[in-house]
């Protein structure tokens, strides 16, 4: 089992930042991928940002030049800045983890563990 804790959500105006962490407990293998996922209330879940162990990340097209996510492995961490921040990007974001992963997954189908979430709002 591995546990995920996300933190840093909040309210912020838009053009805002925020850091999102999410830290990673249990039976975490050195192999893996984890991803940021996102909700509106009424809208399908969908992935933000998609990052493997060894660093390759994949970026949606929504976020993409504004989030930047980053691992530290010693600390099972996984960050995710999110700067230039739009109304549209309010939603409950959540962290998902898989492990002895080769393939960067963006299904999340694929990520078998998941955090609570973290709301983020940004107004207008």
């Known amino acids: 089992q591995v546990q995920l804790v996300e933190s840093g959500g909040g309210s912020v105006q838009g053009g805002g930042s925020l850091r999102l962490s999410c830290v990673a407990s249990?039976?975490?293998?050195?192999?893996?991928?984890m991803g940021w996922f996102r909700q509106a209330p009424g809208k399908e879940r969908e992935g933000v940002v998609f990052i493997s162990s060894h660093g390759a990340a994949i970026y949606s097209d929504s976020v993409k030049g504004r989030f930047t996510v980053s691992q530290d492995n010693a600390k099972n961490t996984l960050t995710l800045l999110m700067n230039s921040l739009k109304p549209e990007d309010t939603a409950m974001y959540y962290c998902?983890?898989?492990?002895?992963?080769?393939?960067?997954?963006?299904?999340?189908?694929?990520?078998?563990?998941w955090g609570q979430g973290t709301q983020v709002t940004v107004s207008s």
């Open positions: 249990g039976y975490t293998t050195n192999t893996y991928c």
């Open positions: 998902a983890y898989r492990g002895f992963c080769f393939t960067i997954p963006q299904s999340s189908n694929e990520y078998p563990y």
